[in-house]
């Protein structure tokens, strides 16, 4: 994993947002994995004004969201479907016909999952798979107790999750997540998070046993991992110094490697 931490949150929003946008640069038929979720609103506020400014082209690219509460109208203000037209989809010249979301009302739900399963490989796969991360160690909708090899399906969600989504217990309990299986496939992943809030579920992930009791641990087992995040929720990681040098010196290990890449045929600069 390579933990990347800013001063705030606006940085981290940047640094995400430049990512991405350097990758549909790269290439214009990207498949993204999207989030939702507070965490997520500053980097689509930074996307929209990289395509207003004419830095970023969305028309060749695909987008998968992780997630959708089951039973809600999709206009309903509270789905994801909703929340994605928001801040990003209307906003933006992406293809509607390319913008995909689990269905909140079919009629039959592990129908709809394999499907959607089916959709993500026909596609190719996703290239960038954006997540935040639940003060349980959530990603998706994969509460605590997951199977870290589960695919797309239905999952019940828990008072603390519908606490902080909702404030309230009178909300959607259902959702249709992606797996943690499913997100292990993607080819790269950000997950990024601000705030105290957030701190221990981020240090648990980084620095914590790989367990289903904190999800969100399963991206160590990824090889292209980057969880980017701001000082107050990087406050509880111990080897937080090592994270900020690591960075900071990024440059020079990658001129070192490309060095002695240049002398061995094959090596190629450090991974996360
Ligand atoms: C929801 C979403 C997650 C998201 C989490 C954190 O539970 N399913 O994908 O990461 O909320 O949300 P927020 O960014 O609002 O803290």
């Known amino acids: ?11 981290v929003f940047d640094e995400t947002a430049a990512r991405i946008i350097n990758l549909i640069q790269k290439k214009r038929n990207a498949v993204l994995g999207l989030a939702t979720g507070r965490t997520m609103e500053g980097v689509y506020q930074r996307l929209v004004a990289a395509y207003q400014a004419g830095k970023v082209d969305f028309s060749g690219v695909t987008t998968f969201n992780l997630d959708e509460y089951l039973g809600l109208d999709p206009a309903d203000p509270r789905s994801f479907r909703a929340y994605m037209e928001r801040h990003l989809f209307s906003r933006v010249n992406l293809n509607p016909e390319r913008t995909f979301i689990p269905r909140s009302r079919p009629e039959d739900v592990a129908a ?14 996703i290239d960038l798979q954006l997540l ?12 605590p107790s997951s199977s870290l090899a589960a ?3 239905i999952k019940t969600l828990t008072d603390e999750t519908l606490l902080d989504n909702f404030g ?14 499913t997100i292990l496939e993607a080819r790269e992943i950000i997950l990024l998070a601000f705030g105290e809030k957030k701190a221990e579920a981020i240090a648990w992930m980084v620095e914590g046993p790989v367990s289903a009791s904190c999800p969100a641990s399963a991206l160590q087992l990824h090889p292209v991992v980057r969880v980017i995040i701001d000082e107050a929720a990087a406050s509880r990681l111990q080897r937080k110094d090592y994270y900020l040098w690591v960075w ?16 061995q045929p094959g090596d190629k600069p450090e991974d996360p």
């Open 112 to 125: 709809e999952c394999r499907r959607y399963e089916a959709l993500i490989k026909e596609k190719g796969g």
């Open 132 to 143: 935040g991360i639940g003060r349980d160690g959530h990603i998706g909708f994969n509460e």
């Open 151 to 153: 695919r797309t399906r």
């Open 248 to 263: 900071r010196h990024k440059k020079q290990a990658e001129e070192l490697s490309f060095t002695l890449a240049s002398s």
């Open 1 to 11: 994993m390579e933990v990347i931490i800013f001063e705030t949150p606006e940085k």
């Open 168 to 181: 309230t217990l009178e909300a959607p309990r259902f959702a249709i997540t992606l797996g943690i299986g």
